[in-house]
């Protein structure tokens, strides 16, 4: 007969009077929440790989057997997004400026081979073992040009958005992460999202629909 010590301790989050059929998983690869419905469940098992959930965009390009860098400029797109909803007409943006703009930036990251885009949950992926000085790979000097690219396709001097942050953060943790061939989700803020940084990483493509 075995012996076990059990600790109960209450809940900080208040719990709904009704059931829910919809929970989240967490992908492994790209840290990114997938909401499982009844109708996409079915989807878990074949999500699964080596005890892991993946989401479909890092199965489908087996992002988990590539040494990537994942970053997203969603800070852009949420204060795209915030603006339209706003009650400030001087700064009116409509939704399919919006999609206009995610667009634009999307089209300018592609146009480098090393980086991939998940539309859904507006996340690059930076091939970290494509980037360098040799033969056949992308010099990291190009991987900035494209950031700097991808940034002013948001048209930042137009919409008050103040990149220099974003960029430099981006830099320095590509930087950081090529010496030390390491892999971390990172999610940049703009000064005006630090307060909400739980919203900024939580905002997909889901919460514009």
């Given at each position: 007969?075995?012996?076990?010590?059990?600790?109960?301790?209450?809940?900080?989050?208040?719990?709904?009077?009704?059931?829910?059929?919809?929970?989240?998983?967490?992908?492994?690869?790209?840290?990114?929440?997938?909401?499982?419905?009844?109708?996409?469940?079915?989807?878990?098992?074949?999500?699964?790989?080596?005890?892991?959930?993946?989401?479909?965009?890092?199965?489908?390009?087996?992002?988990?057997?590539?040494?990537?860098?994942?970053?997203?400029?969603?800070?852009?797109?949420?204060?795209?997004?915030?603006?339209?909803?706003?009650?400030?007409?001087?700064?009116?943006?409509?939704?399919?400026?919006?999609?206009?703009?995610?667009?634009?930036?999307?089209?300018?990251?592609?146009?480098?081979?090393?980086?991939?885009?998940?539309?859904?949950?507006?996340?690059?992926?930076?091939?970290?073992?494509?980037?360098?000085?040799?033969?056949?790979?992308?010099?990291?000097?190009?991987?900035?040009?494209?950031?700097?690219?991808?940034?002013?396709?948001?048209?930042?001097?137009?919409?008050?958005?103040?990149?220099?942050?974003?960029?430099?953060?981006?830099?320095?943790?590509?930087?950081?992460?090529?010496?030390?061939?390491?892999r971390v989700p990172f999610v940049p803020c703009l000064p005006h999202h630090?307060?909400?940084?739980?919203?900024?990483?939580?905002?997909?493509?889901?919460?514009?629909?």
């Open positions: 007969m075995y012996e076990c010590e059990i600790k109960i301790s209450a809940l900080n989050n208040q719990m709904l009077s009704e059931l829910s059929n919809n929970f989240y998983k967490y992908c492994s690869s790209c840290s990114r929440y997938i909401v499982i419905t009844p109708e996409n469940s079915s989807f878990v098992p074949n999500g699964m790989l080596d005890g892991d959930f993946l989401c479909k965009f890092c199965i489908r390009h087996s992002m988990h057997k590539r040494n990537c860098l994942v970053f997203s400029l969603k800070s852009f797109i949420l204060h795209l997004y915030d603006l339209h909803c706003s009650e400030d007409f001087e700064n009116l943006m409509y939704r399919f400026q919006i999609e206009d703009h995610i667009r634009e930036h999307r089209d300018a990251g592609l146009k480098n081979y090393c980086l991939a885009y998940d539309e859904d949950s507006f996340n690059w992926f930076l091939d970290l073992d494509l980037v360098g000085n040799s033969l056949g790979k992308v010099p990291q000097v190009d991987v900035f040009k494209s950031i700097i690219e991808m940034m002013l396709c948001f048209n930042p001097g137009l919409f008050s958005i103040d990149c220099r942050d974003v960029f430099f953060s981006i830099r320095d943790k590509i930087n950081k992460s090529i010496v030390k061939n390491n630090k307060g909400v940084y739980s919203k900024l990483r939580l905002f997909d493509l889901s919460s514009i629909i």
